[in-house]
């Protein structure tokens, strides 16, 4: 990893129709790494639209499962059959701890799969702990 002086900025796109849980998830970003491009889509549709354009590319992706237009294991499924995207790092982040639809959520690729923490400091957490694991900085 870099030391702090020398990282890279990191981009990150999370595909939520929820506006509030977007807000929540940006100030837990801001709180935890000032080096972080936030981007935000309302559904896995208008992502892999941004994604198949190539208007951004992100190191790492964080999708909600349960989304109008196309959720998110649509969303994996596409972005995993699509060459210049299947490498980026994707995070499923719902509500849901249902063990089959965890177990779905890595078989069609998703790196990992986080349930919605209520608590601000548990997101900051399981932010970091992720972008350590996933992120490039």
């Given at each position: 990893?870099?030391?702090?002086?020398?990282?890279?900025?990191t981009?990150?796109?999370?595909?939520?129709?929820?506006?509030?849980?977007?807000?929540?998830?940006?100030?837990?970003?801001?709180?935890?790494?000032?080096?972080?491009?936030?981007?935000?889509?309302?559904?896995?549709?208008?992502?892999?639209?941004?994604?198949?354009?190539?208007?951004?590319m992100?190191?790492?992706?964080?999708v909600?499962?349960?989304?109008?237009?196309?959720?998110?294991?649509?969303?994996?499924?596409?972005?995993?059959?699509?060459?210049?995207?299947?490498?980026?790092?994707?995070?499923?982040?719902?509500?849901?701890?249902?063990?089959?639809?965890?177990?779905?959520?890595?078989?069609?690729?998703?790196?990992?799969?986080?349930?919605?923490?209520?608590?601000?400091?548990?997101?900051?957490?399981?932010?970091?702990?992720?972008?350590?694991?996933?992120?490039?900085?």
């Open positions: 990893m870099n030391s702090d002086n020398n990282r890279e900025l981009t990150l796109l999370m595909v939520d129709d929820d506006e509030d849980d977007q807000e929540f998830f940006k100030l837990a970003l801001g709180t935890i790494r000032e080096e972080i491009t936030f981007t935000a889509a309302g559904n896995g549709q208008e992502a892999f639209d941004l994604l198949h354009t190539r208007t951004i992100p190191d790492i992706i964080f909600d499962m349960n989304m109008p237009l196309m959720n998110g294991f649509a969303f994996l499924e596409k972005i995993k059959a699509t060459p210049h995207l299947e490498h980026i790092p994707v995070i499923m982040f719902s509500t849901s701890d249902e063990k089959h639809e965890i177990a779905r959520a890595k078989s069609l690729g998703a790196v990992d799969f986080i349930t919605k923490p209520a608590r601000f400091n548990e997101l900051c957490r399981l932010l970091q702990e992720k972008l350590d694991l996933y992120a490039k900085v």
